[in-house]
């Protein structure tokens, strides 16, 4: 802050000016004290901009508009004088660094971070709309960190979004800072509340990337590049978060969502009472920043009597920051996420307050398992929201997603970033063999406990760990029942000369169950003939004249959906009508439409359940309520796991609601005896899901159809 | 009903003494395909003392129709290896082998040439229906192999080891990999098998990896064989391993077959090297410099389609 100059006035209103502030173009912004004691930012218009009867106009209804506002993540209006020779507009003072300040010195907020901002700012935003206002400058200058959260300042250019609007300001002006612009504003077009959105976007690209999302540069490369581009949002890797910043960036307007839709989309991230939010080196710059204003001349602690006003954060506060007092910041934060999360004012009883309660989920979202990845991810939505709506709930869950696209490198990039966050206590995942074999050591170090539903492999985790996992739980029938199941049917269907095709495309997974068919046949008193086939060999079905030459009379194919077609239609061909078995990865409707009219008759024992079962109606009735649409296979075990883990959780947690340990709830999981819809949940001493049986499907009229569970020894 | 299903890969670390094998899993990891090799021979085999046989190599050609008649340009490379500087010739395919396969140099300490020391180029050993090994001619889809035996001699407390190294070269990556399919194929018809009279290896059990699994980033695929071996002369059984790797249209593997008061983690150590650097020569000699389009060792969409 600068000292005032000879030429400033001393005293505006009932304000005691104390310093310089800033300046800008359309004026002076000073650090007053009001006559409660309150400390106040006044900016002064210039005399030249207070001399148009236009500009003052639209300066009247800026304050008034702004009076209007009621948010406690809007600085409020405290007083102005529109109609004097040095018009000035009065707002709470925000002791805090900017949020352009802070990414400048401390880099790329976590997106988690990004999210709680996103969140405080599309209410911040609904209530500028509210008010019949568009802000038009949202941008990370205008975000101040204050100890106690977040405030969107500067209604210098805000103005009324009804008719007059054309009126102020001429079609060719560009008004806001380009960067941060919508569209339509770079294109001088008429601005709505949709405006505030894609500038919200932009701010909350920059926090997560440290990058304006249209680049830098001119402003007329900046502008061109608004309308026409698509925006940077590479280093964005929360899957929700970025879809969430894609629809705030639309081009068209209407195509983004409204404020209130964004603050929806992220409410299970805002609970009450953690100042864990922010990096602790922006804890530090805001405390730091908040400390220097005590060494302002005029503000000194004994001139204050503890009123610190109605919203802004208190002095107090400040002096406590400034002795080290993080308890009291703390409770700043508590009070903070308290009103986010509760609109009505009324503060939630959290005794565990301070630490959200999260459950992760690492999935492949958009890699070669997306189908499963996606299918899980949502059925963990939907029982994390059902929870949520638990009146009894003894805490909010919450959600965090992660997508490793199946890629080695990046799976273990989203491992460490769910151990890192301490707040998780237990991660869904991985989707399958790829992930796992790069994640789970991840998990292990940090002992954070991990349970999948679809990666049922045994080499997965040796060849990660080399040896047992300790907090890798698999709460799915490993892919070798599977193959022993498959045994005891093709016997049970009367095969004596069951025929095994190993097609290397299957990989490992494919690869492991041959040992088991081995040793089950052999102990079954059938006679195994076994054929394998490279992964670079074209077609599979090259051997199925050796096979049926060596009597084999049903099939048990391992390997890939595509390549399973002609292997389908060779049998057909060869009205083939013994038993035929598909392993897991390639009994999917791939294959089906790959083979056609050959896939009829195709067999698979698999460890999911068909989420049309009876079994699991309830979950599917609120899938397809929530979503619109089926489940997809693989859902329901992991609306299963995710209240699993909650009911895990919430004993833990018991009257007291004290967080557990990471390893309390890997123990617990250990000990676990829940009832699932798909089945009940417990596990042996090697962390895999105690069970016998697993589920049965057969190709009928181009579909597979489920035709319920059989126990490995064929009950 | 069983209570758990035997997949042939689980954790038998029980009665060892755990320090140990932490710090082997470590040492182990410095090499990728030793690393995944290592960790599952500590799970899978048996110690003991005294040595037998090693077998040569265990490609056989006892299946009838398989697809190996049809070679084709596209699937003789992979995206490691170019066609281009794969050999063409029995002589060019002799000149590689030279060029890559192990000496005892890139074995453990104490190994040394035995004698016999190389058997090959234009024989190869067959398994038969009655899971007997015969030398027959090479295969016409072989270019050339070669063999090499090797040893720790007895000590005093101590029993001998065996140990061999095979490098085969194949006219196409196709076929390199139907001879790794078909090694597969032969451990589940025979899990005994009859290396020579009074040689036999018992209990043998095999895996595969694709490039990327298990810790196997030097060859397309990498085969890990495991069992005894038992020998009428030497004693058993013993721990035995095989791992075999394909990489374009070379295949390579190594053997060792312990002997009395041998342990698992010694015997690692004298073969934990050989396979990956023996596939680095390899690398060297045919690889490509920038990973070439081609079959690879995933099944792509075009080549099912045109499948049946």
Known sequence: MERLLASDPSRLGGHRLLGRLGTGGMGVVYLARGEAGELAAVKVIQPEFAQQAEFRARFRREAESARGVDSPWVVPVLGADTEGPAPWLATAFVPGPSLAEVVAECGPLPERVVRILGKVLARALDAVHQAGLVHRDVKPGNVLLALDGPRLIDFGIARPTAAEETELTSDSMVIGTPGFLSPEQARALAVGPASDVFSLGCVLAYTATGRMPFGAGTADALLYRTVHDTPDLDGVEDIELRALLERCLAKEPEDRPHVDEVDAELVEDALAGSIGWLPDAVVRMVADRSAEMLALPGIEPTEVSGDSGPQGPGRRRVLALAAGGTALLAAGGVSLWAALRDNSGKTPVSSAAGRDWTIGVQADLSGPLKAAGTAQERAVRLAVEQFNAREDKPFPLTLRVLDDRGEPARAQAVARRLTRDRDVFAVLGPTGYASAQSAVEVYESAGLPLVTVSELSVSAVQSALLAKPRRYFRAAPLAAYSAFATVTALTAQGSRRPGLLVDRAGWITGMESVNVVHNATGAGGVSLYARVVPALAPDVSTVVADMLAHGVDSFYYTGTPERAAPLARALAARDFTGPRFLDIPSATPAFVSAAGPASEGWQVLAPYIDPAAAAVRPFATAYRKRYGGAPGDWAAEAYDVTRLLADRLTALAGSTKRRPSRTQVADALARARFKGLVTTYAFDADHQLITRQVQHYQVKDGRFVYSGPVGLSGS | ?308
């Open chain 2, 1 to 308: 009903m069983p209570e758990r299903i035997a997949t042939g890969m689980e954790w038998r670390t029980a009665g060892r003494r755990g320090g140990d094998i932490v710090a082997y899993a470590r040492a182990l990891r410095v090499s990728g395909v030793a690393a995944a090799c290592g960790a599952l021979v500590l799970g899978c085999t048996g110690g003991g003392g005294g040595s037998a046989s090693p077998p040569t190599t265990s490609s056989g050609t006892a299946r009838s129709a398989t697809a190996d008649s049809r070679p084709s340009a596209s699937a003789s490379a992979t995206s490691e290896t170019d066609p281009g500087r794969e050999p063409r010739t029995t002589a060019q395919a002799q000149s590689l082998i030279q060029q890559v396969i192990s000496g005892p140099e890139l074995f453990g300490t104490g190994v040394v040439r035995a004698t016999p020391y190389e058997s090959g180029p234009a024989q190869w050993a067959v398994l038969g229906d009655d899971c007997l090994w015969r030398l027959h001619p090479l295969p016409a889809d072989a270019l050339a192999t070669l063999t090499r035996h090797f040893e720790v001699p007895a000590s005093d407390v101590k029993g001998a080891v065996r140990l061999s190294a095979t490098v085969t070269v194949h006219r196409t990556a196709l076929d390199a990999s139907w001879e790794q399919a078909r090694m597969l194929e032969e451990d589940l018809d025979c899990t005994e098998q009859t290396q020579r009279p009074g040689e036999r290896l018992t209990g043998l059990q095999s895996l595969s990896f694709a490039r990327g699994e298990g810790g196997n980033t030097s060859g397309d695929d990498l085969l890990l064989e495991t069992g005894q071996c038992v020998s009428d002369t030497r004693g058993g059984p013993y721990a035995y391993w095989w791992q075999q790797a394909v990489l374009g249209s070379v295949v390579a593997g190594t053997s060792v077959c312990g002997g009395r008061g041998r342990s698992q983690q010694e015997l690692n150590s004298l073969v934990a090297e050989v396979l990956p650097r023996m596939l680095l020569r390899v690398q060297q000699e045919i690889g490509s410099t920038a990973g070439t389009e081609s079959g690879g060792a995933t099944a792509s969409t075009s080549s099912t389609k045109s499948g049946s």
